[in-house]
């Protein structure tokens, strides 16, 4: 294995286009979306790079229109899992040995690809099957992706060049960057098909081998980045595409003595099962799995008496609402000073007011739906919690329909309460939950803030206040993996602000950084002694 020093020319962030009336992307993206609902396609497994149909189906169903069927899947079971394993490991043994500026070449070919033809397929499969509107599906399945395969590129290049400080006359001392023994478990979510496509490739351009298992509701883009990763070059059984259910597929698979690592996204239920389940086998494995997770979020804002009002209604709106609350980093509990709250309560509620929600074929939508039927039972009911509870009240939204798609008003609660029931547990939808404090207990409440959740993913703070914004970041040095100053927490960017959090929020592995892909390595060290001493005899022994 060669790990010659080069360099693959620096990364930049992809531009996000505009799709501003009359634009030829507006025209395009429509033409795409169109084609895609006039059709309906079905999905196979990928295992070694060749279809596999099970007869097990699934449908990927429109959630702004959940009568409409996009595609219909096969599910992988335990016959299909064993024979992914046994293709990735005939995979490894060429792939983990390729020169690393020819794994690098494919992933700028995907690039390049995601970035031109493949752009309206991933954003328009993105924005129907995951009810995202064209601003977030164009930031993340276009944007945020095209920036993990070049920035990933120009970060393993980091890596190989870190090397031994110093050799000695005589000596070299070197560092080799090994593949893991094995495969690496991706397992992927539903609200970010940057991250889906991110989890797999970021082992496998380390030269890993991957199987990858899909959220069950984001199947269709996963199916269509597949074929991103084939015309790019990547060989056959690299990665591996076995969507199905994960409490069935994920128990076969950590079964296996060849498990080398899992690289998560989704609940932190599942997540410490996972974990709990590789303790459990942990004497079978071949070598010590590496774990890498992002989980759930119960994110923040905190505003001090000094804050830009103005600017904070608009975090609080971009942070909660944008694509539903549906991120990990969503704003969820917000904490403003009782100097500030009038002013803030009436600029808030009436833009709210302003905010369209319907089908992502209209753009000037701001919102859509929520994600299936069971996400939109399980908001509704902390809504309904709210509106029965004498510690709260609902100032905009509160309303949902599931008649047509699954509609949820944008809906913010205010609590007496800082530890009410909405203030503490993830809800991963439109629900915002604030608490009004006394201006002059600016510091009892971050403490209050920093001991609210067990998680600790992201959080922003407002304030003109340099001493405050400085006291603030103090408090809440653990509370928040990514922290955002007089800005929502929302948004991380490739290459800016690597992403992940601590606590039940992750192993903060930071995606996005070259400290993740460091988990995908297993270091040799090398000492080459030109000239060997030939006599065990060391000077000490000498008689005098």
Not at 118 to 126: E, G, I, V, W
Not at 175 to 192: K, Q
Not at 329 to 350: G, H, L, T
Not at 382 to 395: G, L
Request: proline letters at 5%; aromatic letters at 12%.
């Amino acid at each position: 294995m060669s790990n010659a020093i080069y360099k693959v020319a620096k990364a930049e962030n992809e531009a996000i286009k505009s799709y501003s009336i009359g634009s030829l992307e507006k025209k395009s993206l429509k033409a795409k979306l169109k084609e895609l609902k006039n059709k309906q396609i079905e999905i196979p497994l990928i295992i070694g790079g060749k279809e596999i149909k099970t007869g097990n189906m699934g449908e990927c169903r429109i959630p702004h229109d959940h009568k409409h069927i996009l595609a219909t899947y096969h599910k992988a079971g335990e016959k299909e899992v064993q024979l992914a394993i046994k293709e990735s490991q005939k995979a490894w043994k060429k792939w983990s040995k390729m020169h690393w500026k020819s794994r690098v070449a494919i992933f700028k070919k995907m690039a390049v690809l995601l970035a031109g033809p493949y752009r309206d397929l991933l954003n328009a499969s993105t924005m129907l099957s995951q009810s995202k509107t064209v601003f977030q599906a164009e930031i993340d399945a276009a944007v945020e992706m095209i920036d993990f395969f070049n920035f990933n590129a120009e970060y393993l290049t980091e890596i190989y060049q870190t090397q031994p400080k110093y050799s000695p006359d005589g000596m070299w001392n070197s560092l080799e960057y090994r593949p893991l023994e094995g495969f690496v478990f991706a397992v992927t979510p539903f609200n970010f098909t940057s991250i889906a496509g991110n989890l797999p490739t970021a082992p496998a351009l380390m030269g890993n081998v991957a199987l990858w298992k899909p959220a069950s509701s984001s199947v269709y883009s996963a199916y269509f980045t597949m074929q991103l990763f084939k015309e790019a070059g990547l060989p056959d059984g690299v990665i591996n595409f076995i969507p199905g259910r994960g409490s069935k597929i994920g128990k076969m698979i950590m079964d296996s003595e060849l498990l080398a690592g899992i690289h998560f996204t989704g609940s932190t239920a599942v997540f410490q099962n996972m974990w709990k389940t590789v303790g459990n086998n942990i004497s079978k494995y071949r070598s010590y799995p590496r774990i890498v997770g992002e989980t759930g979020g119960k994110d923040f804002i905190f505003a001090h008496k000094s804050a830009d009002v103005d600017a904070l209604v608009t975090a609080v709106i971009r942070g909660a609402f944008e694509y539903q609350g549906q991120k990990c980093s969503a704003a969820s509990r917000i904490y403003i000073p009782s100097n500030i709250w009038k002013e803030f309560e009436e600029k808030y509620v009436k833009e709210v007011k302003t905010i369209k929600m319907g089908d992502v074929d209209d753009f000037t939508n701001f919102m859509t739906a929520v994600i299936d039927a069971p996400a939109f039972e399980s908001i509704t009911e902390y809504i309904d919690y709210a509106k029965k509870h004498d510690e709260a009240k609902i100032i905009t939204g509160g309303n949902y329909d599931n008649s047509k798609g699954y509609f949820i008003e944008p809906t913010t609660i205010v609590t007496t309460n800082p530890k009410f029931k909405t203030m503490e547990e993830e809800i991963f939808g439109p629900v915002v939950t604030i608490h009004v404090y006394d201006e002059n207990k600016y510091e009892e409440m971050l403490h209050i803030c920093d001991e609210t959740s067990p998680y600790a993913l992201t959080g922003a703070i407002f304030s003109k206040d340099r001493e405050a914004l400085e006291l603030g970041k103090d408090i809440l040095t653990h509370a928040a993996g990514n922290f955002y100053i007089n800005d929502k927490p929302t948004g991380a960017v490739v290459g800016q602000q690597p992403f992940g959090g601590a606590r039940a929020s992750g192993t903060n592995d930071k995606a996005g950084s070259p400290s993740n892909l460091m988990r995908w390595v297993s270091m040799r060290t090398v000492k080459e002694t030109f000239n060997p001493p030939k006599d065990y005899r060391y000077p000490f022994m000498e008689e005098k």
